[in-house]
């Protein structure tokens, strides 16, 4: 039986910050005005970054949830994405900015993307913090990333392993031993 750890910091707390003000600067430049920026957050695991980005935001932004699951208890992704709670809001005519922590094969995004185009938003955009281009499987947009990284399995920061490493303050690699 194998056991996992958190074999070391990729990503520190003052890096993530830095590159989420940044992030947030480009979104406001692509959104003059603002009142109608609606962000999505996709729980659970973007809760963490959706708080942060959101605090870096002067215009007038709304804020609304949704859950989704692709991955069973492990590391490896079942393909398969499950919606576990819709948004409580309308987005027709809104500009939505999906908030998510990872995309890694795209499958979930694809989904979320194409679920929320059908509801007739103004636009819609999606920022992801992380970024596996390696592990792509199907070619999705992802207009805001904030680091791209290589294929290791990553927790912290909202990202968990089996629902734990949450709480971590920064990006942490998994290990197994
Ligand atoms: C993670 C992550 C993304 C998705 C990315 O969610 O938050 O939603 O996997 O993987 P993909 O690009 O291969 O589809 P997870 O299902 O682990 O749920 P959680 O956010 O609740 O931890």
């Known amino acids: 039986m194998s056991s996992h750890f958190v074999a070391g910091t990729l990503i520190t707390r003052d890096q993530i910050n830095t590159r989420i003000a940044e992030l947030a600067e480009e979104i406001e430049r692509d959104h003059p005005g603002g009142g109608q920026i609606l ?33 069973g208890k492990g590391t ?13 809001t309308s987005i027709e005519g809104r500009d939505v900015i999906i908030v998510e922590d990872i995309v890694d094969t795209g499958l979930t ?12 938003p103004r636009r819609i955009t999606t ?17 805001y990333v ?15 392993f089996d629902e734990r490493y949450r709480n971590l303050p920064h990006i942490a690699v998994l290990g197994q031993g």
Do not use: W
């Not at 490896?76 to 409580?88: C, N, Q, T």
């Not at 995004?109 to 007739?120: F, G, H, P, S, V």
């Open 76 to 88: 490896k992704s079942s393909g398969e994405v499950r919606m576990l709670k819709d948004l409580d």
């Open 39 to 71: 962000l999505v957050g996709v729980l659970k695991g973007g809760f963490m970054f959706m708080a942060d980005l959101i605090r870096f935001m002067t215009n007038r932004v709304a804020v609304d949830f949704i859950a989704v699951s692709s991955y």
């Open 109 to 120: 995004l694809t989904y979320l993307q194409e679920i929320l185009k059908a509801r007739n």
């Open 127 to 143: 920022a992801c913090l992380l970024s596996k281009p390696s592990r792509r499987q199907v070619d999705v947009k992802v207009d």
């Open 146 to 160: 904030g680091f791209e990284i290589d294929d290791h399995f990553v927790v912290g920061y909202g990202l968990d």
